[in-house]
């Protein structure tokens, strides 16, 4: 900064030296007719003006260097960051409104340090510094030029408040419509199947309507101010040629310095054009910075506590505690914290496997979202070996822990990459075990087998298929803790008895919960939990709860419902 | 042509050029007068901001003789400072009108190209949307854009600016003292070989930051989209390694675009201050000899900041030029490509207002790559009102045959149709009116519950959403939310399990009320308690429409009239449930699994 100020002032240096080396030569040898001092005065003319260019090349060159250099580290900051904060907060944050964070804000910050910083405090110097000469030169002349100084910051200050809120708005306005894009994009099936292109499209349109409206407000409050600092420069000047056309009459100013003065006075038109220029470049980085902090500011509420140490899983015996567990989703604007969770407790022994039954919406996925801790309980513990989960750091859990969700996130990557995803050094035989646990034998049908790219949201495979490597993904390296989310909806009944074999043979040492919406994947957990509206209400074998428990019944049979649909 | 030729790759990218100055003068066109206006507005700013240095010269060489002479006469004075006066008014007018103008055009022309962007990709078929990737039609329409709007920021006025600076300075100059005039346009030929450099070296630059801006973005999008996964897989490390990677890029590209513009506008003030000094130097001769006076020396010094500065802001212009035209050759390659399912020129009307729901695929032949035939050859007829199930083993071809009714794809060979008319020969509001697919995606937009809901019929009141959702069977857990139907959700769902999500999928279809009803594996995801409502529900909106159903449970395909069973694309067992189930066939063994695994 410091560098690039010194080149930044040298130039303007050069710039201011050159009118009054302009004035030597008009006053001097031009004057008292003196050829000999020409040559000389032109070299210095030269040595000025090359210096100057000289000058801005190194700073732009380092200037752009920097300015990039900041601009691509707080990116990845940024980035680190999101992917530290919790998904309570994805939950709330659409992935439009944060990219735009991280482009065009990021852009935005990026021409201020590189263009407006500098510019903003060279060209307020140079206009002081050209004043004090033209106080110095003439000072009748230099005071009216130091008094037109008046009008140019009422007119900035007036920009200065309409334009803040214009500019917050506008870049706001750009997160909506990314947000708006990235699900257009992303739900084009639904959109297809339904043929609501102009349904989503008129949206779009008076989301972009709106952008364009604020952009013209924005528009409106620069010509006005722009267009006025051109004219009070212009209208000192004029005022300063009649004034000093008399003065020169009068004998008190020299024509050459007249010359020199006007010269001096257009070095100063640049700098109060640009100050309109520069405070909405300013604000818009403020702006800009706001929004980005905005996000950087958030503390991960999920994170490693001070006591927190790493296990090796090796030594985890696997037995899992929810000892009074009550939880509650972060109230998402007006609406209250409702709890899901209330005074949950259950212990599972190492190795076994239970599973979790409930009706639509009673809780079980959040139930085992705690074990990751993808979210924390808000009373009550979770414990794994008799220590808060919390007490593990984040790393070590989540290598304890494996998981598959109720829906299967693909990533645009190789099979191999989506199934390892954090594993490093994944070997050979752990893969092949856990597709074929899976199985998810079709992998090595597909055109480049372990190494195909499979698309976005896996496009390319059923639902099934993408259900299968989810799994694989979730038993790889054989995680002494296994939580899967109603793991093979999307398997047919051929499929998910095969799976079942393999997943009970791999589940004989692993503690398993298994969030079951059907009976014959019941048969894998030795003991079933029932969740009604958030608390455990029974537990037992599924023949002991069948028989006793009509609730359980009523979620868990099948044949009550296909007889009651007849 | 040949001459335009600039980059070595040849054509490709010339044709891409020229897309791109296609699309940004289609962009224009509209405005051409209002442009014309605009342009006329520069031109009175600058002809008032030029006529000032002519002004001063003036007041001094005539004014000041006129002051300090034996008439002491003010009045060339008095009238020059008022001409200045009126120039300095009409400048800042004309700056005035022209922004205001000048914004109007650009910020209208932005917000036509966006919403034809946004329409095309919406017009582009499945197939194109699976291979471009969301995050590619993200970057599109956010990073590209924003290079294209610097352009409207400022501009045309630093264009116009230059081009009427150059020619009315030189005239100027040569009206002023034609041999000074000769030594400054010595600097011309530097001037057009640096911004020749500029122009190849920046467009290269430019095309690498949108490629790998773009590249960003996927990913960025991508990983936060999929946070769980990433946070419950430890994922965080590498995707920390690949973002860096890609931000490091971006970051190359960025710099030798910057450091190319870091070089030209240095280079231009360069020459700039050599002419300054060469002017000074010879015209101090000048004078001195008597060759010219000091006052038309003074002019042509003012003169040569007007004629360097606005070179110094073009090449600003020039920059954002380059950056935009980057960014357009992208949106033109877009919108150069033509929908693979286009929508007829003169679409034919159904027989009746409203579809039946006749279905009828005649030796259709489909598959996703050429050399790989999913369905070879199928015939099938479905009678309107008949709810059809389709089974078989994974890439036995129901999917795709969903996707062929749906017309999400057009077959190779053959014909789909709908009372009698092909597919491809119905409008689009006809098509999606008459049928609708529900798949397990279940994808929500961002919005609220009802939102959701009304995408099925946009017109549809609060109170008919309400009642979609309870023939469904979704009102009791919606109602149950802390706001109801105006619960907002999001593409990861939020709170809602997705069981729920796929209600609120099947409440949009009710609610579309189309002829033909597709569903594609769309209960995997129910509980049973949820599928028993679906299934009841399912019962009553199948009964007077066509259905055609895929799903594995065969709960769902019990209630079906007619049960097609596929292996590799060809018909094996077609016939009512029950018959299939006693004539002992692949069916049949299929039933007893499932029996088996109700437990």
């Known amino acids: 900064m410091g560098w690039m100020l010194a080149l930044a002032f040298g130039a303007t240096a050069a710039l201011i030296a050159v009118p009054l080396v302009i004035r030597h030569l008009v006053d001097g040898p031009v004057r008292q007719r003196e050829p000999g001092a020409i040559p000389a005065l032109g070299a210095l003319v030269l040595a000025f003006g090359v210096t100057e260019a000289l000058l801005v090349f190194f700073r732009r060159w380092m200037q752009t260097a920097s300015a990039l250099g900041m601009e691509t580290a707080i990116r990845h900051d940024l980035y680190r960051h999101l992917q530290r904060l919790p998904v309570a907060f994805h939950d709330q944050w659409p992935s439009g409104q944060l990219l735009s964070r991280a482009t065009s804000d990021l852009a935005v910050l990026r021409r201020f340090l590189s263009f407006g910083l500098i510019f903003g405090i060279v060209n307020t110097t140079t206009y002081i510094a050209v004043i004090v000469l033209l106080l110095r030169l003439h000072w009748p002349l230099g005071l009216a030029v130091a008094v037109s100084a008046v009008p140019i910051i009422v007119v900035s200050k007036r920009v200065f408040s309409q334009y803040l809120t214009a500019a917050r708005r506008m870049q706001d306005l750009q997160g909506e419509l990314a947000t708006l894009v990235e699900s257009a994009a992303q739900g084009i099936r639904v959109i297809k199947a339904f043929g609501r292109h102009q349904h989503i499209g008129r949206q779009f349109a008076a989301n972009a309507r709106d952008l364009h409206d604020t952009a013209m407000a924005k528009t409106r409050v620069l010509a006005s101010c722009w267009s006025k600092l051109d004219l009070i420069p212009n209208l000192t000047l004029g005022l300063m040629l009649a004034v000093g056309a008399i003065e020169v009459a009068g004998g008190r100013l020299t024509v050459g310095g007249l010359v020199a003065f006007v010269a001096l006075q257009t070095a100063l038109l640049w700098p109060v054009q640009s100050i309109g220029w520069i405070i909405a470049n300013g604000q818009e980085a403020m702006t800009a910075a706001d929004r980005v902090y905005e996000v950087l500011d958030v503390r991960p509420a999920i994170t490693d506590r001070r006591t927190a140490r790493a296990v090796d899983p090796a030594t985890v015996r696997g037995r899992v505690r929810f000892e009074r567990v009550g939880f509650a989703y972060p109230s998402a604007g007006s609406s209250p914290r409702s709890a899901v969770l209330s005074e949950v407790s259950l212990d599972i022994a190492p190795g076994e496997t239970v599973a979790i039954v409930g009706a639509t919406g009673s809780g079980k996925t959040s139930l085992v979202s705690l074990l990751p801790r993808t979210h924390d309980p808000t009373t009550g513990r979770v414990t794994i070996d008799d220590r808060d989960i919390r007490d593990y750091t984040l790393d070590s859990l989540r290598s304890i822990v494996g998981v598959a969700f109720e829906e299967p996130t693909l990533f645009s990557m190789s099979v191999r990459e989506n199934l390892a995803l954090g594993c490093h050094g994944t070997s050979h035989s752990a893969l092949a075990e856990a597709i074929d646990i899976a199985q998810a034998g079709f992998v090595y049908d597909l055109p480049q087998g372990l190494d195909t790219r499979i698309g976005e949201q896996g496009h390319s495979l059923s639902g099934g298929q993408r259900q299968r490597l989810a799994l694989a993904r979730a038993v790889l390296g054989r995680p002494r803790v296994l939580v899967l989310d109603d793991p093979l909806s999307a398997l047919d009944v051929h499929t998910e008895a095969l799976v079942e074999t393999a997943l009970a043979a791999a589940l004989r040492d692993t503690t398993a919960i298994i969030v079951v919406h059907r009976p014959s994947t019941i048969a894998l957990a030795g003991r079933v939990a029932l969740l009604m509206d958030g608390t455990i209400t029974a537990v037992g074998t599924h023949s002991h709860l069948m028989a006793t428990i009509p609730a359980y019944r009523a979620v868990l049979s099948a044949t009550v419902g296909t007889e009651e649909a007849r | ?599």
């Open chain 2, 1 to 599: 042509m040949s001459r335009r030729r600039v980059d070595p790759p040849g054509s490709a990218l010339v044709r891409l050029r020229t897309a791109s100055r296609r699309l940004l003068w289609s962009l224009l066109r509209p405005h051409r007068r209002a442009l014309l206006l605009a342009v006329m507005l520069l031109l009175a700013q600058n002809l008032a901001g030029m006529a000032g240095p002519y002004l001063i010269k003036i007041g001094i060489d005539q004014g000041i003789p006129a002051l300090t002479g034996s008439g002491r006469d003010a009045t060339v004075l008095a009238v020059t400072a008022g001409l200045f006066a009126l120039a300095s008014a009409i400048e800042y007018a004309g700056k005035r009108g022209f922004m205001l103008l000048y914004g109007r055009i650009g910020q209208s022309a932005l917000l036509d190209l966006r919403q034809r962007v946004f329409d095309h990709f919406q017009r582009l078929s499945m197939s194109f949307h699976e291979r471009y990737t969301s995050g590619r039609m993200v970057s599109r329409l956010t990073s590209d854009m924003d290079s294209i709007a610097e352009l409207t920021d400022g501009g045309l006025n630093e264009l116009v600016v230059a081009a009427l600076s150059v020619v009315s300075v030189a005239g100027v100059l040569l009206w002023l003292d034609p041999p000074l005039a000769a030594v400054t346009m010595l600097s011309f030929p530097f001037l057009l070989v640096l911004s020749r450099w500029f122009q190849l070296a920046s467009a290269r630059a430019y095309r690498r930051t949108r490629e790998t801006v773009a590249r960003l973005i996927v990913h960025f999008v991508e990983s936060l989209d999929g946070i769980r996964a990433v946070q419950a897989f430890r994922r965080e490390g590498r995707n920390e390694q690949i973002f860096e990677g890609a931000n490091e890029d971006y970051r190359r590209a960025n710099l030798t675009a910057l450091r190319s513009i870091a070089i030209l506008s240095p280079g231009i003030m360069l020459i700039g201050n050599v002419t300054l000094a060469v002017v000074l130097t010879y015209g101090g001769y000048r004078v001195l000899h008597g060759q010219l006076e000091i006052g038309v020396l003074t002019a042509f010094l003012l003169y040569l900041r007007r004629f360097f500065d606005p070179m110094q802001q073009l090449s600003q212009f020039y920059n954002s030029l380059q950056s935009a035209t980057a960014a357009l050759e992208k949106l033109a390659d877009v919108l150069g490509r033509r929908p693979g399912v286009p929508e007829p020129p003169r679409p034919v009307a159904l027989p009746r207002h409203r579809a039946r729901g006749q279905l009828r695929l005649d030796n259709v032949q489909f598959g996703y790559r050429a050399d790989q035939l999913i369905l070879p050859a199928l015939d099938l007829v479905v009678p309107a009102g008949q709810t059809l199930a389709l089974v078989g083993t994974t890439g036995g071809g129901k999917t795709t045959i969903a996707r062929l009714i749906a017309r999400f794809y057009d077959p190779l060979d053959g014909a789909v149709s709908i009372d009698g008319v092909d597919l491809r020969h119905l409008s689009e509001r006809d098509l999606r009116r008459s049928i609708v697919m529900v798949t397990q995606e279940n994808y929500l937009f961002a919005g609220t519950i009802a939102d959701n809901i009304r995408f099925g019929r946009p017109s549809a009141s609060l109170d008919e959403i309400a009642q979609a959702a309870k023939a469904i069977g979704a009102a009791t857990f919606i109602d149950a939310l802390p706001d109801a139907y105006r619960t907002r959700v999001h593409r990861r769902g939020g709170r809602l399990s997705a069981g729920q999500r796929q209600l609120v999928a099947f409440a949009r279809a009710f609610l579309a009320d189309p002829a033909v009803l597709i569903l594609d594996e769309a209960t995997s995801s129910l509980d049973i308690p949820s599928e028993r409502l679906v299934q009841r529900a399912l019962r009553t909106i199948m009964s007077d429409r066509t259905a055609v159903v895929i799903a594995h449970r065969l709960s769902t395909v019990e209630i079906a009239d007619r049960v097609l069973v596929l292996d590799r694309g060809r018909i094996v067992e077609d016939g009512r449930p029950t018959d299939l189930v006693a004539a002992g066939g692949r069916y049949a063994d299929l039933h007893r699994q499932w029996l088996n695994s109700l437990g």
